[in-house]
Structure formats: structure tokens, C-alpha cells
């Protein structure tokens, strides 16, 4: 669709299976004349509607992402509705509103066609289920701009806080902490009505409580990594440096001592107390091969192509030059104090400490 890949989530066949039957059994129940078989025309071409409705609220959202530059991964269409993969907050928070706010838009513009299509049409099952789709479309646009992550008017609020304080974080963990004053009353108000009427959507609403309940609290902690990774220095996440080998041992001593059975990684190597490169296997069989008894200065791996980080360097851009899988030695004034991986930002990030 235009390049932006759409999902299309499992569950949201049997969610149309669902949609189609409760649908049919009120057209019945509502219009007793009509036959079961228009009955299921009027309730698939209802379901459609319905679902269309889902689809162009999460495409409004893609498109208004395009418009500012801003790539679109895909759209998925899950059980409660959609979502639309952007980083919608890449252009400031002016763009991140608007993008935010063409969904719920859509929805009510839907929600006003579709009313206004009823009313055109003579009273009777189409009527009907333009009506239904209006209505829906109508409950989506309300629904969706309660203001708290992770719907649409949480990153209206976010975006507002943001523009207003000029500070996105403080934007985020708002709108995260009312995403989850959000999902809460729908999980507490969802299940004391459902106690009572039993009736399934109020079940629902409080499912889909749980769902904003999970992702506001998701964002938040995510807000909270992110501040601990900027106030934090590399030292704070590093592990203990790893063997170093002295620099005037022989190439053959340290290919016994340290290299073998660790063929795949690399040693740094000290002198004078400071790190002047690092001694892998191969650097060191490459020299040793000729002459074992070379010292290992001879087959160094300069500093100058190993990763390194300061010790006191702040740790986020570090952390993002690392990824996942890389490590670098941790110096302070030339002196070995650590090493750092991704890996181990992660350990320490999830550690609290
Ligand atoms: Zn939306």
C-alpha cells in the first residue's frame, strides 16, 4: 500500500468472525423481516465498513508521518484496533501532534459520513448498519484521544507538555503516568460494570485497559533508562578489565599463557602500567610464527584500532556505538580500570544500581 507494509495480526480474523455474527444476530433481532441471508450481506458489508474504518484511522496516521519526512515501518492490525509503526517524535513536537491527531480526526469524520449516510438512507437494515459503523467511529475518535500513552491523545499530550516545557522527556513520563491513571480506570471500571450487566463489552473495555496499562508503564520505564543512560558515566556499567598480558613477555609465553583455547578474542596489552594495543591469535601467530621469542610489542594490534572508552565519558553515546554485540576496554589517564558491552549496559541498566 504506496510502500508502507500493512500486518494484518491473526486474531483479527476471529475478531471479524465475532464482529460478523453479533452483528448478523442484531440485524435479525431488529429487523425480523428481513432473510438470514441479507441478514449476513448487511452484517459482512457492516464488518467491512467496520474494519475499513480501523484501517484508514491508522493509514491517516502513516500518511501524516510521510508528509513529514518521517519513514513509516507498517501498519498492524491487532485485536483492540491498530497501530502504525513511526517514530512519530523525530521532527519536534509540532509534527508529532499532528501526526497524532490525524487518527482520531479520520475516525470522526468517518463517524459524521457514515451518520449522515444512515440519515440519507430509508430506515431498515442498510440504515442500520451505517448507523452501527457511524457509531463505532464516533466511540473510536472519543476513545482514542483519552489522553494517555499509548493512544493517540497520550502523544498529544506528550507532544503539548513537550512544546509547553521544552523538555520531551518530562512530555513522556506525563503522558505515561496518565496512560496508566487511563488503563487503570478501565480495567477497575470495565470489571465492576461487566460484574453487573455481564456484558461483554465492558469485558472488553477492560482488556483493552490492561493492553494501555502495559504500554503506558513500558514507556515509562523506557524514560527511565534513557535518564539513567544520560546521567551515567561508562565506569558505572563496566565490567572488570579482562588479563592483560605485559608487553615484553614473549610471543610464545603469551600464546600458552593467555591466547590458546581463546582464539576468537583479543588481550590488551600493558606497558608501563598504560594499554598500548591488544594481542589477538593471529596477530601473535603472525610474528610468533618466525621468531616465538619476539616480545609481544612486536605483533600489537595498535590503540589506535581497538574500541576504547574513558572511564568517565558519559555512557549513552557509548552504549550506541557498542550495539549489542561489541565491547571496548575501559581506560582512565592510558590505564586499564575495565571493559565495557552492550551486554553488560543492559545487566546494568535492569540491575537498578
Ligand atoms: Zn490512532
Redesign the pocket.
Known amino acids: 500500500m504506496g510502500g508502507i507494509p500493512v500486518n494484518v495480526d491473526s486474531s483479527w480474523l476471529w475478531i471479524a468472525v465475532l464482529v460478523t455474527y453479533s452483528l448478523w444476530a442484531q440485524i435479525h433481532l431488529r429487523y425480523p423481516s428481513v432473510s438470514s441471508g441479507s441478514a449476513v450481506a448487511y452484517a459482512l458489508l457492516a464488518a467491512v465498513l467496520f474494519f475499513g474504518s480501523v484501517f484508514l484511522?491508522?493509514l491517516?496516521?502513516a500518511v501524516a508521518a510521510r508528509v513529514n519526512g518521517i519513514p513509516v515501518l507498517g501498519i498492524t492490525l491487532v485485536v483492540f484496533?491498530?497501530?502504525?509503526s513511526a517514530r512519530s517524535d523525530e521532527k519536534g513536537p509540532g509534527p508529532a501532534f499532528v501526526i497524532?491527531a490525524v487518527?482520531?480526526a479520520t475516525?470522526l469524520l468517518l463517524g459524521a459520513l457514515f451518520w449522515a449516510l444512515s440519515r440519507a438512507t430509508a430506515p431498515g437494515p442498510l440504515s442500520g448498519a451505517f448507523g452501527y459503523v457511524g457509531w463505532v467511529n464516533l466511540f473510536m475518535a472519543g476513545f482514542?484521544v483519552a489522553p494517555g500513552l499509548p493512544?493517540?491523545g497520550g502523544r498529544m499530550l506528550e507532544a503539548v507538555v513537550w512544546r509547553l516545557c521544552g523538555n520531551h522527556r518530562r512530555g513522556t513520563r506525563i503522558a505515561a503516568w496518565a496512560g496508566m491513571v487511563v488503563g487503570g480506570l478501565l480495567v477497575a471500571g470495565g470489571f465492576v460494570q461487566f460484574t453487573r450487566q455481564s456484558d461483554f463489552l465492558w469485558l472488553w473495555l477492560a482488556i483493552v485497559g490492561i493492553f494501555i496499562f502495559q504500554g503506558a508503564r513500558g514507556s515509562e520505564r523506557q524514560i527511565d533508562l534513557r535518564e539513567r543512560l544520560a546521567h551515567a558515566r561508562v565506569a558505572d556499567a563496566m565490567d572488570p578489565p579482562p588479563p592483560a598480558i605485559p608487553s615484553t613477555m614473549t610471543l610464545s609465553e603469551a600464546l600458552d599463557r593467555y591466547l590458546r583455547g581463546h582464539e576468537s578474542e583479543a588481550f590488551p596489552v600493558v606497558e608501563d602500567g598504560k594499554v598500548i594495543g591488544m594481542l589477538s591469535f593471529s596477530s601473535a601467530r603472525e610474528v610468533g610464527m618466525h621468531d616465538p621469542l619476539r616480545p609481544v610489542r612486536d605483533a600489537l594490534i595498535p590503540l589506535s584500532e581497538v574500541l576504547t572508552a574513558e572511564a568517565e565519558e558519559p555512557l549513552e553515546p557509548v552504549a550506541s556505538r557498542l550495539g549489542s554485540g561489541r565491547a571496548a576496554l575501559v581506560l582512565r589517564d592510558g590505564e586499564l580500570v575495565g571493559a565495557i558491552t552492550g551486554g553488560g549496559v543492559l545487566r546494568w541498566a535492569s540491575s537498578g544500581r
Open positions: 484511522h491508522e491517516a496516521h484496533g491498530g497501530y502504525t497524532s487518527g482520531p475516525s482514542n493512544l493517540d
